[in-house]
């Protein structure tokens, strides 16, 4: 299984949308792998925005990030990195597909609700950031998982 970074900014859960967005990661059939709430330090932030620094954008989104409280959160699945980006949409709301995330809930381009990786590789710098620790729950034990995907050869597809 795949595992990428989601991380549900400030503005969502400050909005209070947390719930809903969660349901829709689960809905979809997503195994939650960790999950927490935090405040990012200023030092995690620039680490995790380390291939924006110096662009024009680059203190807003780590201002906005360490902000307010964030739900950080591990989630696997079969192409987890291409199936959550799918679903938050573009990173603009009003340029967002009706039925994404931010398509549903988002007008603004900076507070746009939701980050996750982008690649598989950034979702391993990611996830090494947020959960160095490596403490995941192990996907063999999510029961929900034989009706999320059928599986040929103990390979889920």
């Not at 792998?33 to 203190?59: C, N």
Request: contains cysteine; glycine residues 10%.
């Amino acid at each position: 299984m795949e595992k990428t970074l989601v991380i549900l900014k400030p503005d969502c859960v400050a909005r209070r949308l947390v719930g809903r967005v969660l349901a829709r990661f689960e809905e979809k059939g997503l195994v939650i792998s960790g999950m927490r709430m935090e405040m990012i330090t200023r030092e995690t932030a620039e680490k995790h925005y380390a291939e924006h620094k110096g662009k024009p954008f680059y203190p807003g989104l780590v201002n906005f990030i360490t902000s307010g409280p964030v739900v950080v959160m591990a989630l696997a699945g079969v192409e987890a990195v291409s199936v959550v980006r799918k679903m938050i949409g573009a990173t603009s709301g009003r340029a967002a597909e009706p039925g994404s995330i931010r398509g549903d809930y988002g007008l603004s381009k900076g507070f746009n609700l939701v980050h996750a990786s982008d690649s598989v590789e950034s979702a391993e710098r990611e996830l090494a950031l947020f959960f160095g620790d490596g403490k995941f729950m192990p996907e063999a034990d999510q029961a929900s998982l034989r009706w999320n995907y059928e599986f040929e050869n103990g390979k889920a597809n």
